[in-house]
DNA sequence: ACTAATTTGTAAATCGGCATGACGAATAGC
DNA sequence: GCTATTCGTCATGCCGATTTACAAATTAGT
């Protein structure tokens, strides 16, 4: 019964739960832990001052901490300033993992990642997932999840919750998959396939993707746009530090945002969606290649090469990104807009004519547009993270089931 | 000192501040205060078993509250039930005052709503503010905010903060207008020019509105998408039950979302904004009108009374209304979309054509699209209700300056 | 080397705030 | 009238953070 990570906050005062003294030491314990495994290794009395408590009041917090397996005493830090030197504190290598799993068009992976943020274990598998069943990818997929469990658990770490990434829209729930259009996959819902030892967290990799460059990226700010793209083109929103998912969960659904309201007929039922102009499928058409495996590497390399005709093809859907992110812009106001996923590698060629577009629709200054660092792994990461995160939040639930 | 009400969510709990026992005691507060306000008047047992926490910890709080004068009681409740009958408790009639004013184009009003929500006092005064500097409209503003507030003392109540609604863009410092096109202001600060002996807060008319939709509409969810038009369209979006506001405050620009990327160009540099399509000025021009005073009462005459050529533009301007739109919700995913402020006036001849774009370009259910009941007195009513809420969400900080 | 100053971690006492349990008060049903 | 039920309050206790005090460990100064 955990909460499901970095869910959007709850409401004002009115409706949340009733505010007694064992939430208020829940809230206080979270906030060391997340002081300590933000700033590194931290004296009691270091914590102390950060976070706004006494030193008495931290002591007895670490204690716990320390019982219930999420912290580790380094013993007395080198000091160079005056008086008795404080005694490391550090996030436990031997706590709780975080288990992270990716489904692909082309590849499954997992991995297992500590509470210091080091990934520890890791297993993936490549072959075409297209079109075969839910069940058949997930036996897969849990036999890598053992695999990489079992290396974890080698290291001493304990799995505290597996999340999963797939390549399509998942409800609110945070278990079944509406729409995956790469997978053929619609309204499966994967609670019971995958395995039920831990808490699960199902959910859309761009979002994964998102909140891997907000905590792992560097300089990465708290309001951001984070686009992704495979077949379809994925936002997500990252406002105040949390995900927006909308009502249904589906918010970030760039790829049927208008981009020339006469254009072609789209699937989705509209015309002129960006995806008719961005997405994979139509930029190797405008390209003039086939449909291949490794369709972004392919393209990566013709435009590496000097192929005029596929670097035509990125600059035109760079430049209809441009367009449908104006919108995005405009509305949300973020701070920046990161390019990510298997879009970071094409970034070359469509980041020129999106920059652009961009600039020329804005009045003032326009919103930077810069490249994820992280790339194809963010989604996978991100996953394993928001495990870790949501132990940070609140520490007191792991070690209730310690 | 009081927190800008209702700023986005702080962060998780790293950031936030520290927690001791006065935060729990000020959050129950709060609580209550809520309870109380959302559902009537209320016994303490009754609040007791609605905010979870027991009757003698609430009977503590309202005392405070009481003594506070943010309560009052009502007496014994007529019973119906067996047992001892409640005491009934409700907000104060004579406690603080939220002041709410709005600079319109060809208006300025202000009005006090008590805790309960009720108005108790307004004055507004017609005459086109455009072109007149910043000042002499202030100047004017403050001599109704000086009525204003000498009604409501005379009710016994007491002013305990001042939002203005300007339509145009404001900084994230709530003080500064950055660009209000219909009144020719750049760059203006208002905190110097408004009375100084409570707390202020400026914002968007369309932000107000869309909070006036939130607390005051019936069944208003807490996501959706708030759409006012004057001659420039503002959306405001709304999450999670809080506002949206963007890094430089300035999210929910929905009039230069691109509608047709090789359109016109725009004074904002782009070509095809919607601006363009919807704006007022687009579209008394495709009606064939001259721009006059009542813009909207003009437009919405015309096509009361059969103008074809008025229906045609009004028409035209919800299919750009919905493209543009189609964007937004696939973006976010709100859970409906208002029409708010001077919009629902002309709502009748906007709605078909914006729904069937809408649905057209929808692959499930399409959003719902709804009018605001509260149509133009949205911004004025949700200023001065924020003021309100900025108490009852923390009716420690108005207590400690009573 | 010795002392003074400084900082850390912990222990004891205190305080604030909610829960618990008991009680008188006020009502409905019999 | 009697009982069951609910409401508001009081005394008590527990929990958690603060305050105050102190021993331990280091640097700076003479």
Do not use: K
Not at 90 to 115: F, K, M, T, Y
Not at 130 to 139: D, F, K, N
């Amino acid at each position: 019964m955990t909460a499901p990570p970095h869910e959007a906050h709850p409401a004002g005062p009115g409706r949340s739960l009733p505010d007694t003294q064992q939430g208020m030491r829940r809230r206080n314990l979270a906030r060391v832990m997340h002081a300590v495994s933000a700033e590194g290794p931290l004296s009691r009395a270091a914590v102390a001052s950060r976070i706004g408590l006494t030193r008495a009041a931290v002591s007895t917090l670490v204690d716990e901490l320390i019982r219930s397996g999420l912290l580790e005493e380094l013993g007395p830090q080198r000091p160079g300033r005056v008086g008795r030197p404080g005694s490391a504190l550090a996030v436990s290598g031997r706590g709780p993992a975080g288990i992270g799993a990716e489904i692909g068009v082309d590849h499954l992976a997992v991995c297992a990642v500590d509470l210091s943020g080091r990934t520890r274990s890791r297993a993936e598998r490549h072959g075409l997932n297209r079109g075969r069943s839910p069940r058949t990818v997930i036996e897969e997929l849990n036999e890598l999840i053992r695999l990489v469990v079992a290396g974890a658990e080698g290291e001493g770490l304990r799995p505290a919750g597996l999340a999963v990434a797939v390549p399509g829209l998942v409800a609110r729930d945070a278990r079944t998959v509406v729409r995956a259009p790469n997978l053929d996959w619609r309204d499966t819902d994967l609670g019971g396939l995958l395995p039920s030892g831990f808490p699960l967290t199902v959910d859309n990799e761009a979002n994964f993707g998102a909140l891997a460059e907000l905590w792992l990226g560097e300089g990465t700010p708290r309001d951001f746009l984070h686009v992704s793209a495979e077949i379809g083109i994925g936002a997500a929103v990252v406002v105040d530090g949390g995900l927006l998912r909308g009502t249904r969960g589906f918010a970030g659904e760039l790829g049927h945002v208008p981009v020339r309201p006469d254009g072609p007929e789209c699937a989705c039922g509209g015309r002129g969606c960006l995806e008719q102009y961005a997405g994979e499928e139509a930029v190797l058409r405008a390209a003039g290649l086939e449909p291949d495996e490794d369709r972004v590497g392919l393209l990566a390399g013709r435009a590496a090469a000097g192929d005029e005709d596929v670097r035509r093809a990125l600059r035109d859907a760079g430049t209809a990104l441009g367009v449908a992110l104006t919108g995005a812009v405009n509305l949300l106001d973020p701070e920046s807009v990161v390019l990510g996923g298997e879009l970071s590698a094409l970034a070359p060629w469509l980041l020129p004519s999106l920059r652009d577009e961009l600039a020329r629709r804005t009045a003032g200054p326009a919103c930077p547009v810069s490249v994820s660092r992280l790339g194809p792994q963010g989604p996978l990461l991100g996953a394993a993270h928001s495990v870790v995160r949501a132990v940070l939040d609140d520490p007191a639930a792991v070690a209730g089931r310690a």
